[in-house]
């Protein structure tokens, strides 16, 4: 079965620092999708960026970019300049095809500093 | 245009009674998704839709719990007889399910206790 680990239950982070969130994730298939949710308060996942495992590329989106490395099966999420409005709890996601269910780990619980 | 809505927001029901949550998709989303997040966990697939037909029911966690789309639009997940572990947020997503991959779209969730 596919599963989803995220090791750091909570993290903190200065305002205008970088912080890196952590994933693992186990799987047989070697094409396959990744993703980072966002959660804030409100209850709304907003997807945050995601990744295909062909693409050895690793992905951008402003101040969001992952590290892929698939043959450690990880798969982590920088902010950078990180802001107030970044606090939310954060999921790592996998599926492995484009349009199925997605596994979620756990989540990591991020609060920005003032 | 709208995003994926959910009714009601909140539900607080007594143990063995029976709900119905609602999900209304973003139009023309043929895909839909049920999920279910436990206090402190990440959300765990129930069902899942592709038009009006169950493409994927082995999420849900036993035969109290049944989901319906008879128009391939609105969805309705009815649960029987609840019990007090069934409290948690039930999240509702939609996708085009059209080529290699579209994003799921989420609404904001119900949050059911049970008391």
């Known amino acids: 079965a596919q599963t989803v680990t995220q090791s750091q239950p909570e993290m903190s982070v200065q305002e205008a620092e970088t912080v890196t969130l952590s994933c693992t994730y186990d799987?047989?298939?070697?094409?396959?999708?990744l993703f980072w949710y966002k959660q804030p308060p409100s209850r709304q996942m907003i997807l945050v960026i995601r990744?295909?495992?062909?693409?050895?590329q690793n992905a951008t989106e402003n101040r969001f970019s992952v590290n892929f490395q698939k043959a450690a099966k990880s798969f982590s999420l920088k902010i950078s300049d990180s802001q107030l409005g970044d606090a939310a709890m954060y999921f790592c996601a996998y599926t492995p095809f484009g349009n199925t269910p997605l596994v979620f780990g756990k989540g990591t619980r991020l609060s920005v500093i003032a | 245009g709208a995003g994926v809505s959910q009714t009601p927001s909140n539900k607080v029901t007594e143990k063995g009674k029976y709900v119905e949550l609602r999900c209304d998709p973003i139009s023309g989303h043929t895909a839909l998704y049920w999920y279910r997040q436990s206090l402190g966990q990440g959300p765990e697939f129930l069902i899942y839709?592709?038009?009006?037909?169950?493409?994927?029911d082995s999420g849900l966690p036993n035969d109290r719990f049944f989901a319906v789309r008879p128009e391939g639009s609105v969805s309705t997940l009815k649960i029987q007889r609840t019990e007090r572990g069934d409290s948690a947020v039930y999240l509702c997503?939609?996708?085009?399910?059209?080529?290699?991959?579209?994003?799921?779209?989420f609404g904001p969730g119900t949050r059911l206790t049970v008391l």
């Open positions: 839709f592709q038009g009006t037909g169950a493409a994927d």
């Open positions: 990744q295909e495992a062909y693409k050895q």
């Open positions: 997503a939609s996708s085009l399910a059209q080529g290699a991959f579209n994003e799921q779209f």
């Open positions: 799987t047989s298939e070697s094409d396959y999708y």
